[in-house]
């Protein structure tokens, strides 16, 4: 069975940084695209970010393109995800993701990481 795990969360103030980190495992993972997706208190869950397994393509969200950035290693099918610029309004819970035919569409998910931003 395929399962993500995602790792980094925590609680920092406003202006710091995170890397949060999911890796997939299980026999048979084959995906096509990991990304990132984040549900902040009493709002929907909100796309971040997203990236082809290859690392030759990218999808990201407008509002936090600036400050975010997605990265992979295929070889330990791992994802990234590099927050930089923290603010309060970051606060959600994060849920990795992983797509097995399209950058836009995902159909295994994570458990979730908390990240706490403090102002």
């Known amino acids: 069975q395929v399962q993500l795990v995602e790792s980094g969360g925590g609680l920092v103030q406003a202006g710091g940084s995170l890397r949060l980190s999911c890796a997939a495992s299980?026999?048979?993972?084959?995906?096509?695209?990991m990304g990132w997706f984040r549900r902040a208190p009493g709002k929907e869950r909100e796309f971040v970010s997203a990236?082809?397994?290859?690392?030759?393509?990218?999808n990201e969200a407008d509002s936090t393109r600036d400050r975010f950035t997605i990265s992979i290693d295929n070889a330990k099918n791992t994802v990234y995800l590099q927050m930089n610029s923290l603010k309060p309004d970051d606060t959600a819970v994060y849920y990795c993701?992983?797509?097995?035919?399209?950058?836009?569409?995902?159909?295994?998910w994570g458990q979730g990481t908390q990240v706490t931003v403090s102002s």
């Open positions: 993701a992983a797509g097995t035919w399209s950058l836009y569409e995902f159909n295994i």
């Open positions: 990236i082809t397994l290859t690392g030759d393509a990218r």
């Open positions: 299980g026999d048979g993972f084959s995906a096509y695209s």
